[in-house]
């Protein structure tokens, strides 16, 4: 494998898992990142996101890995320049390609004939490519292929998904930039999907749209079981046997969360609409979850009645276990609905960290699942975190005011919890 010089544009959870995996497979990485203070703490030998195993990869792979700010030394040398910066829906509801117009306007002041692809990871618009080529032609480089190289790596286990992925997608208009790109994953053990960018932009948007309608299925499943008496646990695992199906992500809970499922759904649809389709799929698998995320609320009132006053417990915070983040996380909207129905509510998580401002600034936070629980009303699973399959709810059925328990994930035994003592619900099971 012939080793290469890889500049890297933005250390997010992306820029950083491609560049530490990109010096895991024997290249050498410059990652660039505008925020003084995220490349500080790089240089500083730490890792200012939670991915497991992600800062022992940094650590093995320090001389072959460099943090910096300075656009010159990010670019000398560099053959291969990635754009991975965020594109956050705009107004509109379209992504915005801000970041991502700069990081290719700041490609011209790359040396003469050293940068030869710019492969895109970050999740953009199909036809973003065409634009970019434009853009590549009128700052003089024209002698520079693009590459859509869209990233399926899943917050937690983002390291395994890249270097075990179930496939590699080059999106190409230049053979030689795309071979290239493709040779860059020399080592890993991975069909390679090549066609044309505009397609390779679509996978990346209709695997997540797919991923989303999965679960807001599972979730109007659940919700007709509960109408009917069926048990949607064992409703779905037969289901899920089906090889034509599969079990993977059809199971109900809160609703789904984080910076891919919602924004690149959004995008889609807006996308669509661009176009004069409406996507009626789609919408219906986002307003599924949208009413999803606040069914927890109507649980609580069931068992509660007015929840003004009351002492609500959030067990789980994180958009899903096994990282921080908390981008469009189901606890942020709980936290919102639980608070202007004037409960109190509390809350523990191992890992996130919230934003300041509303509503995790009234959110009392507790260090350990038994302190959030002592004192409450009620409880809500928000995250299925493993300590909390491991907690003891026996003291914690004792130490509540009264043991109102909703398992928003299905997390629980719920023989068991009533056995305990709990006045225990779910999602889809009877």
Same mark, same amino acid.
């Given at each position: 494998?012939?080793?290469?010089?890889? %500049?890297?544009?933005?250390?997010?959870?992306?820029?950083?898992?491609?560049?530490?995996?990109?010096?895991?497979?024997?290249?050498?990485?410059?990652?660039?990142?505008?925020?003084?203070?995220?490349?500080?703490?790089?240089?500083?030998?730490?890792?200012? *996101?939670?991915?497991?195993?992600?800062?022992?990869?940094?650590?093995? #792979?320090?001389?072959?890995?460099?943090?910096?700010?300075?656009?010159?030394?990010?670019?000398?040398?560099?053959?291969?320049?990635?754009?991975?910066?965020?594109?956050?829906?705009?107004?509109?509801?379209?992504?915005?390609?801000?970041?991502?117009?700069?990081?290719? &306007?700041?490609?011209?002041?790359?040396?003469?004939?050293?940068?030869?692809?710019?492969?895109?990871?970050?999740?953009?618009?199909?036809?973003?490519? %065409?634009?970019?080529?434009?853009?590549?032609?009128?700052?003089?480089?024209? !002698?520079?292929?693009?590459?859509?190289?869209?990233?399926?790596?899943?917050?937690? &286990?983002? *390291?395994?998904?890249?270097?075990?992925?179930? &496939?590699?997608?080059?999106?190409?208009?230049?053979?030689?930039?795309?071979?290239?790109?493709?040779?860059?994953?020399?080592?890993?053990?991975?069909?390679?999907?090549?066609?044309?960018?505009?397609?390779?932009?679509?996978?990346?948007?209709?695997?997540?749209?797919?991923?989303?309608?999965?679960?807001?299925?599972?979730?109007?499943?659940?919700?007709?079981?509960? #109408?009917?008496?069926?048990?949607?646990?064992?409703?779905?695992?037969?289901?899920?046997?089906?090889?034509?199906?599969? %079990?993977?992500?059809?199971?109900?809970?809160?609703?789904?969360?984080?910076?891919?499922?919602?924004?690149?759904?959004?995008?889609?649809?807006?996308?669509?609409? #661009?176009? $004069?389709?409406?996507?009626?799929?789609?919408?219906?698998?986002?307003?599924? #979850?949208?009413?999803?995320? &606040?069914?927890?609320?109507? !649980?609580?009132?069931?068992?509660?009645?007015?929840?003004?006053?009351?002492?609500?417990?959030?067990?789980?915070?994180?958009?899903?276990?096994?990282?921080?983040?908390?981008?469009?996380?189901?606890?942020?909207?709980?936290?919102?609905?639980?608070?202007?129905?004037?409960? !109190?509510?509390?809350?523990?998580?191992?890992?996130?960290?919230?934003?300041?401002?509303?509503?995790?600034?009234?959110?009392?936070?507790?260090?350990?699942?038994?302190? %959030?629980?002592?004192?409450?009303?009620?409880?809500?699973?928000?995250?299925?975190?493993?300590?909390?399959?491991?907690?003891?709810?026996?003291?914690?059925?004792?130490?509540?005011?009264?043991?109102?328990?909703?398992?928003?994930?299905?997390?629980?035994?719920?023989?068991?919890?009533?056995?305990?003592?709990?006045?225990?619900?779910?999602? $889809?099971?009877?």
């Amino acid at each position: 494998m012939a080793e290469r010089r890889i %500049a890297v544009f933005g250390a997010g959870y992306i820029g950083l898992v491609t560049g530490a995996c990109l010096a895991e497979l024997g290249h050498h990485v410059t990652v660039r990142d505008i925020d003084p203070e995220r490349v500080r703490i790089l240089l500083a030998g730490d890792v200012p *996101i939670h991915e497991p195993g992600l800062g022992d990869m940094i650590a093995r #792979n320090k001389e072959r890995l460099t943090f910096t700010q300075d656009l010159d030394r990010t670019l000398t040398g560099a053959e291969i320049a990635y754009v991975c910066v965020d594109t956050p829906p705009s107004a509109s509801g379209d992504a915005d390609l801000t970041r991502v117009w700069a990081v290719i &306007r700041s490609l011209a002041a790359a040396p003469d004939h050293e940068l030869r692809a710019v492969a895109m990871k970050s999740t953009v618009p199909v036809g973003t490519g %065409a634009r970019a080529r434009v853009l590549l032609d009128e700052i003089g480089l024209s !002698h520079v292929g693009y590459v859509s190289n869209p990233e399926f790596t899943a917050e937690g &286990r983002a *390291i395994t998904d890249f270097l075990a992925p179930d &496939r590699i997608v080059i999106g190409q208009d230049d053979d030689t930039a795309g071979a290239l790109v493709a040779a860059l994953h020399t080592g890993i053990d991975a069909p390679v999907a090549t066609m044309d960018v505009k397609s390779a932009e679509m996978v990346k948007l209709a695997s997540n749209a797919l991923l989303a309608t999965k679960i807001s299925f599972a979730n109007e499943i659940a919700t007709l079981c509960e #109408n009917t008496g069926a048990n949607v646990t064992e409703v779905l695992g037969a289901v899920g046997m089906d090889h034509r199906l599969g %079990a993977h992500f059809l199971r109900p809970g809160i609703g789904w969360g984080g910076s891919c499922f919602p924004k690149d759904s959004e995008a889609l649809r807006q996308m669509a609409s #661009n176009t $004069g389709f409406h996507p009626q799929l789609l919408t219906a698998v986002i307003n599924v #979850n949208n009413i999803q995320k &606040r069914r927890a609320i109507q !649980h609580l009132k069931d068992e509660l009645g007015d929840l003004a006053g009351r002492h609500v417990a959030l067990l789980g915070m994180a958009f899903k276990p096994g990282t921080d983040d908390m981008r469009e996380a189901p606890s942020t909207v709980l936290a919102g609905r639980l608070l202007a129905e004037g409960a !109190h509510v509390r809350a523990w998580d191992p890992l996130a960290r919230p934003a300041a401002g509303e509503p995790w600034d009234s959110v009392t936070r507790f260090p350990t699942p038994l302190h %959030a629980l002592a004192g409450a009303d009620a409880a809500v699973i928000v995250t299925e975190w493993p300590e909390l399959a491991e907690l003891d709810w026996t003291e914690a059925c004792t130490g509540m005011r009264t043991p109102i328990l909703f398992d928003g994930r299905n997390l629980l035994d719920p023989t068991r919890l009533r056995e305990i003592g709990f006045r225990y619900t779910s999602v $889809g099971r009877p």
